[in-house]
């Protein structure tokens, strides 16, 4: 009997058991005793601490970058996948020289019970320089000052420790190690080092995954033992990038109040953006900053909070400042500059007609309400600056510091499709107005700061209940009673612009955001008008900070519910009104009276009937449709299935799509899945993501108990979609009909644990970097621009 068929058989398993043991397939193969017999003995990682001092050499600069080009490419495929996001444990980050030599503290960025906002703590921008970092708590890992030894550094002997423990194919990882994503972080120093060791011996680094392997290890330790000397970050910026550069930092800072209002506003759209320039070096990003000195000089960047905070500065500037670092998924928004985007700008906010009374302060009350600090800039400027690069604008929040916990994204569905009003809309102008007389209902809660009062949270509540009352009144007025309302309604993207449709899914505890209307017609949909786009971005983007307390965390949290309901209200309107009061019941079961009151009481004011055409009982399934017909022509098809050519492969896929129910919910939140081919053939890759429905989703807690797993569902996707995969799969492609008929029938937690041994890339697979590194280079292949190193720490245990 093969192994296979032992690990079923003992977990007696019906349909799943039977069919894997059946198939005669073999689980990833052990650690070669070769291997094994090479590592240091157990003790070898606290014995370097007291080895005796190792005399570090001069190092010419040619050799000093080569020692650090080697360790930096063992950081980046080795250590970045966990140590390269807003929540690195430690925060550690090693994606970057000036992120090694930082180090680690037992601080959190993210902590729900902060009593008051700690002091914020972005690389390359908070600090500069060791000692600075030093003053904010951050210890180092490296050898560094009356600890020269390199064998003494925290990096060294956490590396060491892995070597002397590594993981076995038996390790039972969700036993050993701890893996919940807020869990307690143990963030050892130099002293404490050896009772970590004693305590947790299989903690070395990579925590929970396979060690480095001698050339790895070999390349970190010469380069330590060096010193660990850095290179200059300054990377050369090619002439026409630089050309570049000066026209843009022109233009923002010319000194007209049309430039200068123009400029704050672009600005605080694209403040967490990777900004490239499109067909000159698209592989060197840049953010944009303000600055105490001209473009002639060095930045000297203004540090806030946020990006609308008071700069204390008479006079500055806006620049432009390289990003290091191979970039994340998670936090990768990449963004094109070019002259066609630069004449976009003047053509949307300088050759507009409309004169600016007074520029706006940055006082809290104006500065975090873009309604007021933007009064005079036209509201179709704002929103199609927003509409060109929609995907753009909805990521800020999906990979955004806010994006980030189950907490924080029990907001949103689990997948729903994003489409928006035609800024060419009949109302719109006087919208312009509305908004402008109804500013101050529409103030956010960044207004109270980073330390707020939880109970500042009734205050925005009544002041958006009273805008919403206010707007459905004025949709019924512009629409004559939704006469009006038709498709025509529905922005089509001019004809061209792919952005026009967007799917956005979540993984439980993070989210991703993609063109396209993905997969079958989703539970619910939000259509977003300019308002709504406007407040998404100034409460979950700008407004928002990581660093803040929990009054700010929860009033954020909650009035996010607000925009939720919003978006999915201008959906319903779109109904027939006989349909719209039932299909609120159903989304949210379960939820208080309270809640269903609050989404459909914003109906309540409007009562109008949209001139669409419904034949069946199920009008919002129609509406699916037509929105996919009106978009047909530009809504992206990269992940549709119907778009793979091999019929064998689709026809694979299309029943894993089709898995509904208890079956689905065995699934993880986000699988990759490689199918090797035969004949010489590239790999093909595809992503599962499981639909996990809820009663509702207007609860901050008790998510558990409003799962409804009887309705689970599974979208599949070709190619990488999301940023935290849960699970890895590598499936020979003669064996795909087994893999999805594995799936199928899924019937027990256990079942599917059988079915992982056999085709997961498990944490302690042998060959776990190897294929890591593999879909990270088809990845960066497939997609150049927007491509970026996956995030580990979600990984399942087993």
Known sequence: MSRTARVARSLAIAGVASLLSCSGLK???????????????????????????????????????????GAQRVFETRCVVCHGCYDAPCQLKLDTYEGVTRGATTQRVYDPARVFAAEPTQLFVDAHGVAAWRDKGFHTVL???????????????MLELKRAHPLSPDTDVAKQFTLDLDRTETCTDREHFAAYAADHPLWGMPYALPGLDAEQHEAVMRWAQAGAPGADDTLAVPSKVNDAIARWEGFLNETSDKHRLAARYIYEHLFLASLYFEGLDERAFFRLVRSKTPSEQPVDEIVTRRPFDDPRAVHFYYRFVRRYGQPLVKTHMPYALSDRRLARCRELFIDSNYEIDQLPSYDSEVSANPFKAFQALPVKARYEFMLDEAEFTMMGFIKG???????????IQERFWVTFVDPNAPWLDAEANFLAEHQDAL????????????????????????????KSGFLSQATRHGRSLTLAAIWDGGGRNANAALTVFRHFDSATVVKGLVGGPPKTAWVVDYALLEQIHYLLVAGFDVFGNVGHQLTTRLYMDFLRMEGEYNFLVLLPPARRRPL???WYRGASPGVKDQVYGELASFDGTPKIAYRTRHPELELFAKLEARLAAVRSRQYALDTIEDTQLRAALERLAKVRGVVASRMPEL??????????????HFTIMRDSAHTNVAQLFGEKDRRAKAEDALTVVPGFLGAYPNALFLVQEKDLELFVKAIELLG??????????????LRTSEHFWSYSDRIHADYRAAEPLTAGLFDYNRLDGN
Not at 143 to 157: C, F, I, M, Y
């Open 143 to 157: 050898p560094e000052g009356v600890h020269q030894d390199a064998r003494a550094s925290v990096l060294l002997r």
């Open 27 to 69: 689980p990833p193969l052990a650690r070669p005793a070769a291997i094994a017999a090479n590592t240091p003995k157990p003790d070898a990682a606290i014995a370097v601490a007291t080895a005796a001092p190792v005399k570090v050499e001069p190092l010419d600069a040619a050799h000093a970058r080569e020692l650090w080009a």
């Open 671 to 684: 699988s990759f899945v490689t199918i090797e081919r035969e004949a010489a053939q590239p790999p093909f």
């Open 443 to 470: 103030d956010l809660p960044a207004e109270a700061g980073s330390t707020a009062l939880p109970t500042r949270w009734f205050g925005f509540a009544k002041k958006h209940a009273r805008y919403v009352r206010k």
């Open 584 to 586: 609120v019941e159903a």
């Open 401 to 411: 510091p806010v994006c980030r916990g189950q907490i924080a994204l029990d907001v």
């Open 748 to 761: 027990a937690d256990a079942s599917y644990a059988a079915m992982r041994k056999v085709f997961g890339v």
